[in-house]
T-cell receptor, first 110, second 113 residues
Framework: QKEVEQNSGPLSVPEGAIASLNCTYS??????FFWYRQYSGKSPELIMS????GDKEDGRFTAQLNKASQYVSLLIRDSQPSDSATYLCALHTGGFKTIFGAGTRLFVKA | SQTIHQWPATLVQPVGSPLSLECTVE??????LYWYRQAAGRGLQLLFY??????ISSEVPQNLSASRPQDRQFILSSKKLLLSDSGFYLC????????????FGEGSRLTVL
């Protein structure tokens, strides 16, 4: 079992819709969870961090964490074509290693 | 503000040739520095991290090495490249608090032929 699993996609949503990206992980000791956005050919950019169960909102982005189910998600409201990118889920277990999923490609249709 | 730079941005190298990728951080001191590699369609793989000058930890045994000659400089090297070394190499830093929040440089895309 991979440490961080994501559906590779592509996930296609129309402009203005809610995009829902999901991620599961295997290490129950994971303490911190992150979502990175990576445009094609570019480096990843941190967009959300979440540390405790529940929801965390930042603008159009909401991260959701459920440690009991080992599940973290990212919701993007009012999706825009500029949101089209690969979204990487990542977790940190307290050492110096941040573990990344392979990413979900999101395509927002204008 | 803090910035991180990598170079070269793109390079094509023959099998068996050496490699040197450089990363520098500005606007901060004593950062934790990381080298990751991203192969096509795969997640980021941690290669090395460093908590200070001369302090290197290797996560994956391979023909790559890393050095940190100065506080804000991190170098990835190889004496002889393999085809499997192709990928997108990313340098990253955190704020030294080891929270897992990483900030990446622009990346170096290596193609080994």
């Amino acid at each position: 079992q991979k440490e961080v699993e994501q559906n590779s996609g592509p996930l296609s949503v129309p402009e203005g819709a809610i995009a829902s990206l999901n991620c599961t992980y295997s290490d129950r000791g994971s303490q911190s969870f992150f979502w990175y956005r990576q445009y094609s050919g570019k480096s990843p950019e941190l967009i959300m961090s979440i540390y405790s169960n529940g929801d965390k909102e930042d603008g159009r982005f909401t991260a959701q964490l459920n440690k009991a189910s080992q599940y973290v998600s990212l919701l993007i409201r009012d999706s825009q074509p500029s949101d089209s990118a690969t979204y990487l889920c990542a977790l940190h277990t307290g050492g110096f290693k941040t573990i990344f999923g392979a990413g979900t490609r999101l395509f927002v249709k204008a | 503000s803090q910035t991180i730079h990598q170079w070269p941005a793109t390079l094509v190298q023959p099998v068996g040739s050496p490699l040197s990728l450089e990363c520098t951080v500005e606007g901060t001191s004593n950062p934790n520095l990381y080298w990751y590699r991203q192969a096509a369609g795969r997640g980021l793989q941690l290669l090395f991290y460093s908590i200070g000058i001369g302090q290197i930890s290797s996560e994956v045994p391979q023909n790559l090495s890393a050095s940190r000659p100065q506080d804000r400089q991190f170098i990835l090297s190889s004496k002889k490249l393999l085809l499997s070394d192709s990928g997108f190499y990313l340098c990253a830093w955190d704020r030294g608090r080891n929270t897992g929040e990483l900030f990446f440089g622009e990346g170096s895309r290596l193609t080994v032929l």
